[in-house]
């Protein structure tokens, strides 16, 4: 818990950066709105633009740990919480930006911290 915790307070100083990559051909223009909507979601799901970064390195550090599909009881409460926090908060802005209805190698995104 102690690493963990140290990562979310490392990476509370840290930016990030947001790339998606259009499967349908998008104009520059288009692209550049669908990252604002999808950082805007993403950053209200949180609560705040601030918790962007920390939450994603700690939820990358936990899959790191315990797999992409960890079990429930392998995690402590804190690592559950960001761990489901970051799942809600990136589902909620592929949908905003892709829809209900994306199919995995359709459009990509990264998140870089």
Do not use: C
């Not at 947001?18 to 805007?40: H, I």
């Not at 705040?48 to 740990?65: K, N």
């Not at 960001?82 to 209805?101: C, D, K, N, R, S």
């Amino acid at each position: 818990m102690t690493a963990l915790m140290n990562a979310v307070k490392l990476a509370a100083f840290m930016s990030y950066t947001l790339t998606l990559f259009d499967a349908d051909g998008a104009s520059d223009a288009q692209r550049r709105a669908a990252e604002q909507r999808f950082r805007q979601v993403l950053e209200e799901t949180l609560g705040d633009a601030s918790l962007v970064a920390p939450v994603y390195a700690a939820y990358l550090r936990i899959v790191a740990t315990y797999g992409e599909v960890p079990s429930p009881d392998a995690l402590t409460d804190a690592e559950r919480a960001i761990f489901e926090q970051w799942q809600a908060a990136e589902t909620a802005a592929v949908v905003a930006v892709f829809g209900p209805h994306r199919y995995m190698g359709d459009a990509m995104y990264e998140i870089g911290v």
